[in-house]
T-cell receptor, first 114, second 113 residues
């Protein structure tokens, strides 16, 4: 049971390049989330999904797209990377039981956009 | 707006002492959950403790306990007998009654040997 995994762990991009971050969970969780963490700002929600085939915007969605084609995977895409997207990205997942369940986090992906 | 505020950017305490981290929040919801997450230097986010707002009894997990004051919208974390491994960033968070979490800006805690 690996929990929540993220690929890659670290990436350097040039401005304008695109990339996809992969999040995978093996806990059969319905809900999945993408956050970004910047110094002094805590974690901010980018996009989330409440089930396979669904996505919704979070607090800071601009410049990002997501897809949830399979229940266990949640992809975060940057179509044209900007230096402002330099950050640490965390994926999380949680079970749904009609009440708030604990979110389990992946180890994070460090992204540097030059 | 629903917000979570952590007013202590940094704290330090001697090993084996007790330390309390503060968290306040603002919401008009009556049923919600509150969380404390720990982020050590490895960056992994680890759940420390959670509290359901409709429960009056304060949650405890071994050396970790909370002081939940619903009317004051306060949710502080107390760490007893602090250990070097407690050195980390601590984030307070709430779901405010929905499926998303709102985080505070964190408190960097250093345990001094």
């Amino acid at each position: 049971n690996a929990g929540v995994t993220q690929t890659p762990k670290f990436r350097v991009l040039k401005t304008g390049q695109s990339m996809t971050l992969l999040c995978a969970q093996d806990m059969n969780h319905e809900y999945m989330y993408w956050y970004r963490q910047d110094p002094g700002m805590g974690l901010r929600l980018i996009h989330y999904s409440v089930g396979e085939g669904t996505t919704a915007k979070g607090e800071v969605p601009d410049g990002y797209n997501v897809s949830r084609l399979k229940k266990q995977n949640f992809l975060l895409g940057l179509e044209s990377a900007a230096p402002s997207q330099t950050s640490v990205y965390f994926c999380a997942s949680s079970y749904f039981s009609g009440r708030q369940e604990t979110q389990y986090f992946g180890p994070g992906t460090r992204l540097l956009v030059l | 707006a629903q917000t979570v505020t952590q007013s202590q950017p940094e704290m330090s305490v001697q090993e084996a002492e007790t330390v309390t981290l503060s968290c306040t929040y603002d919401t008009s919801e009556s049923n919600y959950y509150l969380f404390w997450y720990k982020q050590p230097p490895s960056r992994q986010m680890i759940l420390v403790i959670r509290q359901e707002a409709y429960k009056q009894q304060n949650a405890t997990e071994n050396r970790f306990s909370v002081n939940f004051q619903k009317a004051a919208k306060s949710f502080s974390l107390k760490i007893s007998d602090s250990q070097l491994g407690d050195t980390a960033m601590y984030f307070c968070a709430s779901n405010f009654g929905n499926e998303k979490l709102t985080f505070g800006t964190g408190t960097r805690l250093t345990i001094i040997p």
